[in-house]
């Protein structure tokens, strides 16, 4: 069910003029709810600023929609079709009734009718192999106008209304509607953000949150792994969650105004900007859990999350199974073990993830499970952990005040960085734990800001008390990008605005419009 907001009562009109023009659309019935304008052609957004989201699809398609209103501001819906997906094409038919219902007719028409009634108001012989579908959006737009509908239809299993910016495309098959909002980029945005991080967020964290998603959905428009839907991007966390504008707020619409056709580039193109709820302590790159080698994608130490008030019920978490649980798991994803008797950490990334994990069973079979898979095959929170109840490699926000040297030799030197002196053509200069920076394999600058402990021994071959094996960790997702509660510290407690957040997240990239 279709609703708008500020819906207003008013009286039908009778049909005031003919259809002036017949494209695709054939109209079989005008009842007195039918109005026909010819209406000046309006400019739309650019084609490459344009998405199309499906809402209503596949096993959730409905038997029906029901628009049941207009916005108080706008006297009429019409009708027409997109080209190319993005530009919409009037028919020159608007209807002033605010109470319709789209339903599916015989072959590729679509019906509307008075919602109640037998009155068709509007129909459409659609023409799938040119991709021309009935449109309906708000008539008689003007610049900088932008009317909200409400609609009501099944999300994820659960029936809900929800409002959205932009027109709609409506599809028949099988007897069953699907719905596609043509929407722009910015309006599409403002039902992902207030989704994806808290409103109640500070700004330059949701400013961040803007670019990064604006940056994902570009990407995943053009990957177009949604084309047999006839859409770009699906509503759901695959692509980014995306539930319309009830969540948003001034401050969620402000972030994405303020940072209006904002990407992340490296290298001259858009980057795939992957984010996570957090990161326990130190992201991934890219390699490490999938498998493209992403330049701005690497691994780096994360000392902000660990400013979060909340951080051990937030953040950290522990999970706890069986040998015959760890053996259930294997086997569900095709891994053929018996009982786990041992569980070791086999390698690790350079920032202290594991990304091999060896599992034993008691007659001496083993499984390896690599990057992503480890995670999701145990249905953990994240890759970061330790095993036995040890502690996740530590990294704070602090000065670093110990350094440990390597020499050619395999001698280990610890000690205070204060110590240490650093001779070069120029002469001998002591380390300042202020403005010490290190360089690693992994391609990072510490700045003298984050710590890292060493990691945890990665052996567990023995259980804990109640015969479990214990999984300690931190984090919750890919770890891969933005940490989202990084993000919030570093805006809340660091003062740090949206460019140096991402900045930090993602190497080498910069910021530039679209």
């Given at each position: 069910m279709i609703h708008t907001i500020g819906k207003k009562q008013r009286e039908a009109r009778k049909l005031s003029a003919r259809l002036a023009q017949?494209?695709?659309?054939?109209?079989?019935?005008?009842?007195?709810?039918?109005?026909?304008?010819?209406?000046?052609?309006?400019?739309?957004?650019?084609?490459?600023?344009?998405?199309?989201?499906?809402?209503?699809?596949?096993?959730?398609?409905?038997?029906?929609?029901?628009?049941?209103?207009?916005?108080?501001?706008?006297?009429?819906?019409?009708?027409?079709?997109?080209?190319?997906?993005?530009?919409?094409?009037?028919?020159?038919?608007?209807?002033?009734?605010?109470?319709?219902?789209?339903?599916?007719?015989?072959?590729?028409r679509i019906t509307v009718v008075v919602t109640g009634t037998s009155t068709v108001v509007y129909e459409m012989d659609c023409v799938p192999s040119e991709n021309k579908y009935l449109a309906i959006r708000p008539a008689e737009l003007q610049s900088g106008q932008n009317p909200v509908t409400v609609m009501k239809f099944t999300y994820g299993g659960v029936e809900s209304a929800r409002q959205w910016y932009g027109a709609f495309e409506f599809r028949s098959s099988g007897g069953k509607i699907s719905v596609i909002n043509v929407v722009s980029m910015d309006d599409y945005l403002k039902g992902v953000v207030p989704y994806e991080m808290s409103p109640s967020w500070p700004e330059e964290a949701l400013k961040a949150q803007a670019v990064a998603a604006r940056s994902y959905a570009y990407v995943m428009k053009a990957a177009n792994k949604h084309s047999s839907y006839g859409f770009d991007l699906c509503p759901y966390q695959d692509c980014q969650v995306y539930k319309g504008i009830d969540g948003a707020s001034a401050v969620t619409n402000s972030a994405v105004d303020a940072t209006s056709g904002l990407v992340m580039k490296y290298g001259g193109a858009v980057i795939t900007a992957f984010y996570s709820a957090s990161d326990g302590g130190a992201t991934e790159s890219n390699i490490n859990v999938y498998t493209a080698d992403l330049a701005y994608i690497k691994g780096v130490y994360d000392g902000y999350e660990a400013a979060h008030p909340t951080y051990s019920s937030t953040i950290a978490w522990t999970e706890s199974f069986t040998g015959a649980q760890l053996d259930t798991k294997l086997s569900n994803a095709g891994y053929n073990i018996g009982t786990v008797t041992s569980v070791q950490i086999t390698q690790w990334s350079n920032v202290g993830n594991p990304i091999e994990v060896t599992f034993k069973d008691g007659s001496g079979n083993t499984v390896k499970l690599t990057k992503s898979k480890i995670r999701t095959v145990l249905g953990i929170a994240s890759m970061r952990f330790s095993l036995g109840g040890a502690e996740v490699p530590a990294v704070t926000s602090q000065k670093r005040t110990t350094i440990s040297f390597l020499s050619a030799g395999g001698v280990l030197t610890s000690g205070n960085?204060?110590?240490?002196?650093?001779?070069?053509?120029?002469?001998?200069?002591?380390?300042?734990?202020?403005?010490?920076?290190?360089?690693?394999?992994?391609?990072?600058?510490?700045?003298?800001?984050?710590?890292?402990?060493?990691?945890?021994?990665?052996?567990?071959?023995?259980?804990?008390?109640?015969?479990?094996?214990?999984?300690?960790?931190?984090?919750?997702?890919?770890?891969?990008?933005?940490?989202?509660?990084?993000?919030?510290?570093?805006?809340?407690?660091?003062?740090?605005?949206?460019?140096?957040?991402?900045?930090?997240?993602?190497?080498?990239?910069?910021?530039?419009?679209?």
């Amino acid at each position: 069910m279709i609703h708008t907001i500020g819906k207003k009562q008013r009286e039908a009109r009778k049909l005031s003029a003919r259809l002036a023009q017949k494209t695709t659309c054939a109209l079989v019935a005008l009842g007195v709810f039918f109005a026909a304008l010819i209406l000046p052609p309006r400019a739309d957004a650019a084609s490459s600023d344009i998405v199309r989201v499906g809402l209503v699809y596949g096993t959730e398609a409905k038997t029906s929609i029901n628009i049941d209103g207009l916005d108080a501001a706008f006297s009429a819906y019409e009708f027409g079709y997109f080209e190319n997906g993005r530009t919409f094409v009037p028919s020159g038919v608007t209807t002033a009734n605010d109470k319709l219902t789209i339903k599916p007719g015989s072959g590729n028409r679509i019906t509307v009718v008075v919602t109640g009634t037998s009155t068709v108001v509007y129909e459409m012989d659609c023409v799938p192999s040119e991709n021309k579908y009935l449109a309906i959006r708000p008539a008689e737009l003007q610049s900088g106008q932008n009317p909200v509908t409400v609609m009501k239809f099944t999300y994820g299993g659960v029936e809900s209304a929800r409002q959205w910016y932009g027109a709609f495309e409506f599809r028949s098959s099988g007897g069953k509607i699907s719905v596609i909002n043509v929407v722009s980029m910015d309006d599409y945005l403002k039902g992902v953000v207030p989704y994806e991080m808290s409103p109640s967020w500070p700004e330059e964290a949701l400013k961040a949150q803007a670019v990064a998603a604006r940056s994902y959905a570009y990407v995943m428009k053009a990957a177009n792994k949604h084309s047999s839907y006839g859409f770009d991007l699906c509503p759901y966390q695959d692509c980014q969650v995306y539930k319309g504008i009830d969540g948003a707020s001034a401050v969620t619409n402000s972030a994405v105004d303020a940072t209006s056709g904002l990407v992340m580039k490296y290298g001259g193109a858009v980057i795939t900007a992957f984010y996570s709820a957090s990161d326990g302590g130190a992201t991934e790159s890219n390699i490490n859990v999938y498998t493209a080698d992403l330049a701005y994608i690497k691994g780096v130490y994360d000392g902000y999350e660990a400013a979060h008030p909340t951080y051990s019920s937030t953040i950290a978490w522990t999970e706890s199974f069986t040998g015959a649980q760890l053996d259930t798991k294997l086997s569900n994803a095709g891994y053929n073990i018996g009982t786990v008797t041992s569980v070791q950490i086999t390698q690790w990334s350079n920032v202290g993830n594991p990304i091999e994990v060896t599992f034993k069973d008691g007659s001496g079979n083993t499984v390896k499970l690599t990057k992503s898979k480890i995670r999701t095959v145990l249905g953990i929170a994240s890759m970061r952990f330790s095993l036995g109840g040890a502690e996740v490699p530590a990294v704070t926000s602090q000065k670093r005040t110990t350094i440990s040297f390597l020499s050619a030799g395999g001698v280990l030197t610890s000690g205070n960085v204060a110590d240490f002196y650093a001779q070069g053509t120029g002469g001998t200069v002591q380390l300042n734990p202020d403005s010490l920076s290190i360089a690693t394999s992994a391609g990072m600058d510490e700045s003298g800001s984050f710590y890292a402990e060493p990691c945890v021994n990665g052996s567990a071959t023995g259980t804990d008390a109640s015969g479990k094996f214990v999984f300690k960790g931190a984090g919750h997702g890919h770890s891969l990008g933005m940490s989202q509660w990084g993000a919030y510290c570093q805006a809340k407690y660091y003062g740090r605005g949206y460019a140096d957040i991402l900045s930090f997240y993602y190497t080498g990239i910069q910021i530039v419009q679209y």
